[in-house]
């Protein structure tokens, strides 16, 4: 599979998305700040292209950037159009200003730098780098053009996976070079640098792998979130399709959900009263010295449980290693170590050691029912 940073990052978003996206191949319009996103990608490309003897005139830049938006402003809506362009003049004008002197520190390699890289199981990971620079003492600068007015705080941007993928393409594409890696904000002309550690770009390799391995067994679950309020398929969402009711449909869908709504607050109000009436109980038993009355025909008893606040692990290991059965804790949590107390393997004085490696808490369970029959109609533990 070849698989791209926009695609692993859609499928991370929601599966669902992704195949709407990449399998369905349903196509959305794109907002217009992603064609000023472009316009301005393009006009970097032609000042920094490395074919060039020299640096282009401000002009030819300005101009690349007009051509680029005039293809693509018809589809901006028109109050934004004017605003959008003006910026995108005024963004080249001071980035030229700024950048167009020779720098005998830096030369661009590539622009618009396609990269296709192998990954274990035949896989592929594709995309395309913006800018990469060539420094001194073979460093070299792998930069992404960003046109957003966000910025990220910079411990979102080392764990960054698209800026992971740059550096594993340009270690790949680039050997024997040191490589970091820059998100460069162009509106405010703000540079935020990286250097991804061994662990992270191992974890981030993994990630794809995982989600590579999730596309093709077809996992494409919704996984609904604040994201779907800005996800440009919603209107082709499973989730938020629009029901189509039969003609013969006799539910009033209005008034059952009144009905939840009105039995949800109901019985939120119930469990408060419920609570404050079993703090009474309580501190009544408390306050009286007694673990139960009887009044009204109810009578309320409590008891008390012992509960697993936390294990000593160490000396849960010291005691199981030496019989064998560390390997079925193999985390020590009250679930597994509970398990393995009803193993009817377990000594005795074995299962009594192990015991005494928890730390318990005491809750105090309360139980109200009718002093007439048997039966329980609440129990609660505090
Ligand atoms: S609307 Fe939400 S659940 Fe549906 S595809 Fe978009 S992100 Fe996924």
Same mark, same amino acid.
């Given at each position: 599979?070849?698989?791209?940073?926009?695609?692993?990052?859609?499928?991370?978003?929601?599966?669902?998305?992704?195949?709407?996206?990449?399998?369905?191949? %349903?196509?959305?319009?794109?907002? *217009?700040?992603?064609?000023?996103?472009?316009?301005?990608?393009?006009?970097?490309?032609?000042?920094?292209?490395?074919?060039?003897?020299?640096?282009?005139?401000?002009?030819? #830049?300005?101009?690349?950037?007009?051509?680029?938006?005039?293809?693509?402003?018809?589809?901006?809506?028109?109050?934004?159009?004017?605003?959008?362009?003006?910026?995108?003049?005024?963004?080249?004008?001071?980035?030229?200003?700024?950048?167009? +002197?020779?720098? @005998?520190?830096?030369?661009?390699?590539?622009?618009?730098?396609?990269?296709?890289?192998?990954?274990?199981?035949?896989? $592929?990971?594709?995309?395309?780098?913006? =800018?990469?620079?060539?420094?001194?003492?073979?460093?070299?600068?792998?930069?992404?053009?960003?046109?957003?007015?966000?910025?990220?705080?910079?411990? %979102? /941007?080392?764990?960054?996976?698209?800026?992971?993928?740059?550096?594993?393409?340009?270690?790949?594409?680039?050997?024997?070079?040191? #490589?970091?890696?820059?998100?460069?904000?162009?509106?405010?002309?703000?540079?935020?640098?990286? #250097?991804?550690?061994?662990?992270?770009?191992?974890?981030?390799?993994?990630?794809?792998?995982?989600?590579?391995?999730?596309?093709?067994?077809?996992?494409?679950?919704?996984?609904?979130?604040?994201?779907?309020?800005?996800?440009?398929?919603?209107?082709?969402?499973?989730?938020? =399709?629009?029901?189509? @009711? *039969? +003609?013969?449909?006799?539910?009033?869908?209005?008034?059952?959900?009144?009905?939840? /709504?009105?039995?949800?607050?109901?019985? !939120?109000?119930?469990?408060?009263?419920?609570?404050?009436?079993?703090?009474?109980?309580?501190?009544?038993?408390?306050?009286?010295?007694?673990?139960?009355?009887?009044?009204?025909?109810?009578?309320?008893?409590? =008891?008390?449980? !012992?509960?697993?606040?936390?294990?000593?692990?160490?000396?849960?290991?010291?005691?199981?290693?030496?019989?064998? $059965?560390?390997?079925?804790?193999?985390?020590?949590?009250?679930?597994?170590? !509970?398990?393995?107390?009803?193993?009817?393997?377990?000594?005795?004085?074995?299962?009594?050691?192990? +015991?005494?490696?928890?730390?318990?808490?005491?809750? $105090?369970?309360?139980?109200?029912? *009718?002093?007439?029959?048997?039966?329980?109609?609440?129990?609660?533990?505090?």
């Amino acid at each position: 599979m070849r698989i791209s940073y926009s695609q692993f990052a859609a499928y991370r978003r929601c599966p669902h998305l992704y195949r709407l996206q990449y399998v369905d191949k %349903i196509v959305v319009p794109v907002g *217009p700040e992603l064609h000023f996103g472009a316009a301005v990608h393009d006009a970097l490309n032609r000042m920094y292209d490395p074919r060039q003897l020299e640096r282009p005139e401000l002009e030819a #830049v300005v101009e690349a950037f007009v051509r680029s938006w005039r293809g693509r402003e018809a589809q901006v809506p028109e109050p934004k159009r004017q605003a959008y362009f003006e910026q995108g003049v005024q963004l080249i004008q001071s980035h030229y200003a700024k950048y167009s +002197e020779a720098n @005998e520190d830096r030369r661009t390699a590539a622009t618009e730098l396609r990269f296709s890289i192998a990954l274990p199981g035949d896989h $592929k990971l594709h995309g395309r780098i913006d =800018r990469v620079d060539v420094l001194p003492e073979k460093k070299l600068e792998v930069i992404d053009y960003k046109t957003s007015r966000r910025m990220p705080p910079q411990e %979102i /941007v080392e764990r960054d996976a698209q800026l992971a993928i740059y550096r594993m393409a340009a270690d790949t594409l680039y050997p024997g070079f040191d #490589v970091a890696t820059t998100l460069l904000f162009l509106l405010h002309d703000h540079q935020m640098r990286t #250097v991804q550690s061994t662990e992270f770009l191992e974890e981030t390799r993994g990630d794809i792998l995982d989600t590579v391995a999730r596309i093709e067994l077809e996992e494409f679950e919704p996984d609904p979130g604040p994201h779907c309020d800005w996800c440009a398929f919603r209107s082709h969402c499973d989730l938020f =399709r629009a029901p189509v @009711e *039969p +003609e013969d449909l006799e539910i009033d869908i209005a008034s059952a959900m009144s009905e939840y /709504v009105e039995a949800s607050a109901a019985e !939120k109000q119930a469990r408060k009263r419920k609570e404050a009436a079993q703090h009474l109980i309580h501190d009544y038993l408390d306050q009286s010295q007694a673990e139960r009355v009887e009044s009204s025909g109810y009578v309320a008893q409590r =008891r008390t449980q !012992k509960r697993v606040r936390q294990w000593d692990a160490a000396l849960v290991r010291e005691l199981l290693e030496p019989i064998g $059965k560390w390997e079925e804790v193999t985390q020590v949590n009250a679930a597994a170590v !509970k398990r393995l107390l009803s193993d009817p393997s377990l000594s005795r004085a074995m299962r009594r050691d192990l +015991e005494a490696a928890a730390e318990y808490t005491d809750t $105090k369970m309360l139980r109200v029912r *009718p002093l007439a029959d048997d039966e329980d109609i609440e129990e609660k533990g505090e």
